[in-house]
């Protein structure tokens, strides 16, 4: 027997880790444990696009203050700005050794991304105009 879809919408195939509101409010990002990033409209609850490129599940997700881009942290050593206009990863930020990020910030201006890692203890800072890595904060045991 056959099925005939009108619309078939797919959420996150595992959990979902984290989300995020857009500063206009029209959209939500979240990210899980599918390693897929995703972007819903809150007026019509539909997702409209999802992005693959992490390989590992999706720890934290954050709106460039502009509204523009999506940062987002992974277990899989990167973070990663996502353009929200032509729908592409334009910049991915790694540390010198491999480190499983769990969190993520962004400064109020956007030019600054910082990503806490999980077993190195460490807060790594970018520049997110060029994906420099600025500094690495260490402290916490």
């Given amino acids: 027997q056959s099925e005939t879809y009108i619309l078939k919408q797919q959420g996150h195939s595992f959990d979902v880790n984290t989300l995020d509101y857009s500063p206009d409010g029209q959209h939500i990002a979240t990210g899980g444990d599918d390693g897929k990033v995703k972007l819903w409209d ?22 460039a203050p502009n509204g523009n881009a ?3 942290a992974s277990l899989d050593g990167t973070v990663r700005a996502l353009d929200l206009v032509r729908y592409r990863n334009f910049r991915t930020c790694t540390s010198p050794s491999p480190v499983q990020f769990i ?9 600054v991304v910082c990503a806490g890692g999980m077993d190195t203890f460490d807060i790594f800072v970018w520049s997110a105009q060029t994906g420099r890595l600025l500094e690495i904060l260490s402290g916490h045991e």
Avoid: K, Q, R
């Fill in 42 to 63: 809150t007026t019509s609850g539909f997702c409209f696009v999802t992005f693959h490129e992490h390989t590992a599940p999706v720890t934290a997700v954050h709106f």
């Fill in 70 to 72: 999506v940062w987002t």
């Fill in 103 to 111: 969190s993520l910030a962004i400064d109020s201006s956007g030019e």
